[in-house]
């Protein structure tokens, strides 16, 4: 009988370059029509984006992370901690920007905030218009 990996059995949590928020205009996109909920950590924009996964975009500046070691360090945390929440926000663009709150919180904190609003914006931005109408669409008159 052979030993089994650790991760046997388990969805694998991986975060691929097409879950990536590049573009301008999709950080826009988010800006403009995105729900939003926030804490002094942590603003995060949500946005359906009609495809089967997550994809997600980070704005971490330098007023409110410090330097590029610290920078680097939290953008680490927040793609780990999004990668491991990633399957209840499927079918949602996420954009996380730091607040200079992030800056000396620790990495537990870090975590535990943005687990806290991914599970908040899972649960709360399935807008109706979103899920598709049980009964089909309305009959004409």
Do not use: W
């Not at 059995?9 to 729900?35: D, I, M, N, S, T």
Request: aromatic residues 4%; proline residues 8%.
């Amino acid at each position: 009988m052979e030993p089994q990996s650790p991760t046997a059995g388990k969805a694998r949590l991986l975060f691929k370059p097409a879950q990536r928020l590049v573009a301008g205009k999709q950080f826009e996109a988010a800006y403009k029509g995105g729900r939003r909920k926030g804490d002094s950590l942590f603003g995060v924009i949500v946005l359906s984006n009609g495809l089967p996964q997550a994809r997600l975009g980070m704005a971490v500046s330098i007023k409110s992370c410090g330097n590029a070691v610290r920078r680097n360090l939290v953008r680490r945390v927040i793609r780990n901690t999004f990668r491991e929440c990633q399957h209840p926000l499927a079918g949602l663009d996420v954009v996380v920007n730091a607040r200079p709150g992030a800056r000396d919180a620790a990495n537990a904190d870090i975590v535990s905030s943005l687990e806290r609003l991914f599970r908040q914006l899972a649960t709360t931005s399935r807008r109706p218009s979103d899920a598709p109408d049980p009964l089909g669409p309305p009959a004409a008159q």
